[in-house]
């Protein structure tokens, strides 16, 4: 299974960026997607997760209105849309995959990509 993440980089406050995760190794329809973030010192936390038809999303707090989960299962790939970035979204965003949770706990995921970084500038 891999899980690769991509479209992280640098951007300035106010600015917008689209994560992908492309997957493979799994059957990709059936698996919840989850996208979790870890900031420099901090613990990895929930950003938020779809399920395999993606007609369920579910989001933290701290990206509500701004952030966007959607997927494409025809191309095994799960997207993050994340705008009006401010500096406290810096960190590696990871993306996650499992067949039963979609929740917020980073325990229950099965699978895991490696991170895509993204920076926001003040």
């Known amino acids: 299974v891999q899980l690769q993440a991509s479209g992280g980089g640098l951007v300035q406050a106010g600015g917008s960026l689209r994560l992908s995760c492309a997957a493979s190794?799994?059957?990709?329809?059936?698996?919840?997607m989850g996208w979790f973030r870890q900031a420099p010192g901090k613990e990895r936390e929930f950003v938020t997760a779809i399920s395999g038809s993606g007609r369920r999303t579910t989001y933290a707090d701290s990206g509500q209105g701004r952030f966007t989960i959607s997927r494409d299962n025809a191309k095994n790939t799960v997207y993050l849309q994340v705008n009006s970035l401010k500096p406290e979204d810096t960190g590696v965003y990871y993306c996650a995959a499992d067949l039963e949770s979609s929740g917020q706990n980073s325990g229950q995921y099965a699978y895991w990509g490696q991170g895509t970084l993204v920076t926001v500038s003040s």
């Open positions: 190794g799994i059957t990709f329809s059936l698996y919840n």
